[in-house]
């Protein structure tokens, strides 16, 4: 008789849950491809969603697109500006403590590349303080007004003149470069002023300090130069 071979063994069952050993004793992942794409979706969205609120825009908004450029002032009054402009306007915001018009040029430069109907630029006031010549600050404005050729209107803020510990030459700088700023919007249709300085002499004059410390607006203080900005962007004609 021929032998029988023998039978076999039957495959134990592979669990529902859980990975399974392979050939080798190690485990081989029981992950299915719909789940590893939909984390990739997932990761993807939220990557986007990530860059579009960093560049406060979105590829399918119709709003007239804005720019805010600042210092200290402007970064501490994001919050302000959305909730003010920010219905109004696709909007950048773009602020940095202690910066100068000098230290912003290249951060303007990168903001450039993108089309804006209205640019706002608030600069100035670090330079004053500094002591930074009042000839380079106004040469660095107009260097970032230039950098927006396509912009319907740009706004330029005047600077405070009642600086904390303020000397009579800091005092001379800032009205100094206040002229400087009118002087330009005088000669570019597209230029307005936003006139800061006028506002908190206004308010000191009612007895209203819109300051906490001769620089930074309090929160009185940052609506009504917010509500200046816009104003002023309103008054834009064809923007």
Same mark, same amino acid.
Do not use: K
């Given at each position: 008789?021929?032998?029988?071979?023998?039978?076999?063994?039957?495959?134990?069952?592979?669990?529902?849950r859980?990975?399974?050993?392979?050939?080798?004793?190690?485990?081989?992942?029981?992950?299915?491809?719909?789940?590893?794409?939909?984390?990739?979706?997932?990761?993807l969205?939220? $990557?986007?969603?990530?860059?579009?609120? $960093?560049?406060g825009?979105?590829?399918?908004?119709?709003?007239?697109?804005?720019?805010?450029?600042?210092?200290?002032?402007?970064?501490?009054?994001?919050?302000?500006?959305?909730?003010?402009?920010?219905?109004?306007?696709?909007?950048?915001?773009?602020?940095?403590?202690?910066?100068?018009?000098?230290?912003?040029?290249?951060?303007?430069?990168?903001?450039?590349?993108?089309?804006?109907?209205?640019?706002?630029?608030?600069?100035?006031?670090?330079?004053?303080?500094?002591?930074?010549?009042?000839?380079?600050? $106004?040469?660095?404005?107009?260097?970032?007004?230039?950098?927006?050729?396509?912009?319907?209107?740009?706004?330029?803020?005047?600077?405070?003149?009642?600086?904390?510990?303020?000397?009579s030459?800091?005092?001379?700088?800032?009205?100094?470069?206040?002229?400087?700023?009118?002087?330009?919007?005088?000669?570019?249709?597209?230029?307005?002023?936003?006139?800061?300085?006028?506002?908190?002499?206004?308010?000191?004059?009612?007895?209203?300090?819109?300051?906490?410390?001769?620089?930074?607006?309090?929160?009185?203080?940052?609506?009504?130069?917010?509500?200046?900005?816009?104003?002023?962007?309103?008054?834009?004609?064809?923007?």
């Amino acid at each position: 008789m021929s032998a029988v071979p023998a039978a076999e063994p039957t495959p134990a069952p592979r669990s529902a849950r859980g990975p399974r050993r392979g050939g080798d004793g190690g485990y081989i992942s029981d992950v299915r491809l719909p789940v590893v794409l939909g984390a990739g979706v997932l990761i993807l969205v939220v $990557a986007v969603l990530a860059i579009r609120l $960093a560049y406060g825009t979105s590829t399918d908004d119709d709003r007239p697109r804005a720019l805010v450029l600042g210092d200290s002032i402007t970064d501490h009054g994001q919050r302000v500006l959305r909730n003010t402009i920010g219905p109004l306007y696709t909007l950048s915001i773009e602020g940095q403590d202690n910066f100068r018009v000098d230290d912003q040029l290249p951060v303007a430069e990168r903001w450039a590349t993108r089309d804006f109907q209205q640019v706002v630029i608030n600069l100035g006031t670090n330079d004053v303080v500094q002591g930074w010549p009042v000839d380079q600050s $106004a040469a660095g404005l107009q260097r970032m007004v230039d950098l927006f050729p396509g912009a319907t209107c740009i706004h330029l803020t005047t600077v405070s003149e009642t600086l904390p510990g303020r000397t009579s030459t800091t005092t001379a700088d800032a009205a100094s470069l206040n002229d400087t700023i009118r002087a330009m919007a005088s000669n570019d249709p597209r230029l307005r002023i936003v006139d800061w300085n006028a506002i908190v002499l206004a308010q000191q004059e009612r007895g209203v300090e819109l300051t906490s410390d001769g620089v930074h607006p309090t929160t009185e203080g940052q609506q009504l130069l917010v509500d200046a900005y816009e104003q002023s962007m309103g008054g834009c004609s064809g923007a």
